[in-house]
Structure formats: structure tokens, C-alpha cells
């Protein structure tokens, strides 16, 4: 199965900076990453996506780029508001070449916390 | 689009006691469902995967007879833990796939708090 790795843990901005969250993968078949955003005592709310035939996707602030080469994708916050700060996960399949009926493989995490 | 739900969002009931939890999807018929569990400041954890009509998978580890998964319809699932315990105590999750949709897209979370 897939192993994804997410860095880093935790992350503090001021509001108005850039935030970068970094995910690798270990599947080389893997051809799908969805970013999910957590706020407290919430379900995770699907933020953005990309498949892997694009190397970049853009919605207003939020964006995410894709190195399948070195199998890494990130996830790119701009001009950051304290609404922004919650725990962001990202996912890869969990068994891209076979059947898994969408599973996902989740990163551990990142705390993002944006100061006004 | 792709709005799903979960009631009861929290509940508390003693030891020994069995509690349902339901997931619904609300706008698109979900092929598959996901149920999850969540520590504090954890990542998710898979506990099984099921599909509409059939027996749910369940991740090693997770006891089948004491959650029970249920997925009747292309709309609801639901988990039941059975002769629960304050270990069981946690967040719980589901999420729902189909309809087209590539992602999984999650309901708001059940805090199950057992005395």
C-alpha cells in the first residue's frame, strides 16, 4: 500500500503570508491527491485536488503542485487569514494499482496556525 | 454538491451499552462509505470500507463483531458499536464516495463518549 509522509507538523504565519505544506508518496501508480482541510471538532472538508496528468491546480488562494518525478505534492496557502488556521491533511490512493474501492492513504497532518 | 451527514454529532451512554451512529450522503448516491476513527491531534484512522449491498472490510485490527457496519442503501450506512466501553471513546467519521465523484467527502464527526 501507499505511505505518505507530510511535513511539516505544525506551522505559524503572520496573516498575509504564504503557507507550504509538502506531502511525498511512495506509489508510483498513485495518480490522484486530494488536500483536506480539519477545523476543530469538524469532519475533514475536501479543499482542493489534482490528478496526475496536470503538474499544477489554482482556486483563488489556494493551490497545489505535483512532482511526479519525486513523487511530492504541496499544498500552496497565499495572503493567509486567521480563518485559514486548521489542521490540513493530505492523501494519496491507498493502492493505486489495484482494488481498493477509493481508499485513501492520509498524511499526519499539519497544524496551521495564522496570527493576525 | 457532495454534502454528507452524521447524526447523531455527539453522544454519551454507559458502559456495556450499544450505540448507532448513521452517515448519509444528501445529494449523490455513495457506491462506497468510509468510517473513521480520530484521536485528539491524530491523523484519521481507517477502521473499515463498505459498499452498498455488501459485507464491509474491515482494517486489521478493527473487531468486526463489535462494529458493526451496515450499508443498506446507496444513501446511508451506519455504524453500531456494540457493548461499549470508555475506550471507545472517541471521534468518529464517515465518508462517502460515488456518483461520479473522484474524492471522498466526509460527514461533520460523532463524538461518542462512553461513562
Known amino acids: 500500500g501507499e505511505n505518505v509522509e507530510q511535513h511539516p507538523s505544525t506551522l505559524s504565519v503572520q496573516e498575509g503570508d504564504s503557507a507550504v505544506i509538502k506531502c511525498t508518496y511512495s506509489?508510483?501508480?498513485?495518480?490522484?491527491f486530494p488536500w483536506y482541510k480539519q477545523e476543530l471538532g469538524k469532519g475533514p472538508q475536501l479543499i482542493i485536488d489534482?490528478?496526475?496528468?496536470?503538474g499544477e491546480k489554482k482556486d483563488q488562494r489556494i493551490a497545489v503542485t505535483l512532482n511526479k518525478t519525486a513523487k511530492h505534492f504541496s499544498l500552496h496557502i497565499t495572503e493567509t487569514q486567521p480563518e485559514d488556521s486548521a489542521v490540513y491533511f493530505c492523501?494519496?490512493?491507498?493502492?493505486?494499482?489495484?482494488?481498493?474501492?477509493?481508499?485513501?492513504?492520509f498524511g499526519q497532518g499539519t497544524i496551521l496556525t495564522v496570527h493576525p | 454538491g457532495a454534502v454528507v451527514s452524521q447524526h447523531p454529532s455527539r453522544v454519551i451512554c454507559k458502559s456495556g451499552t450499544s450505540v448507532k451512529i448513521e452517515c448519509r450522503s444528501l445529494?449523490?448516491?455513495?457506491?462506497?462509505m468510509f468510517w473513521y476513527r480520530q484521536f485528539p491531534k491524530q491523523s484519521l484512522m481507517l477502521m473499515a470500507t463498505s459498499n452498498e449491498g455488501s459485507k464491509a472490510t474491515y482494517e486489521q485490527g478493527v473487531e468486526k463483531d463489535k462494529f458493526l457496519i451496515n450499508h443498506a442503501s446507496l444513501t446511508l450506512s451506519t455504524l453500531t458499536v456494540t457493548s461499549a466501553h470508555p475506550e471507545d471513546s472517541s471521534f468518529y467519521i464517515c465518508?462517502?464516495?460515488?456518483?461520479?465523484?473522484?474524492?471522498?467527502?466526509f460527514g461533520p464527526g460523532t463524538r461518542l463518549t462512553v461513562l
Open positions: 465518508s462517502a464516495r460515488g456518483g461520479g465523484l473522484a474524492s471522498q467527502y
Open positions: 445529494d449523490f448516491q455513495a457506491t462506497t
Open positions: 492523501a494519496a490512493p491507498h493502492n493505486a494499482g489495484g482494488t481498493s474501492y477509493g481508499k485513501l492513504t
Open positions: 506509489d508510483s501508480a498513485s495518480n490522484y
Open positions: 489534482i490528478r496526475s496528468n496536470v
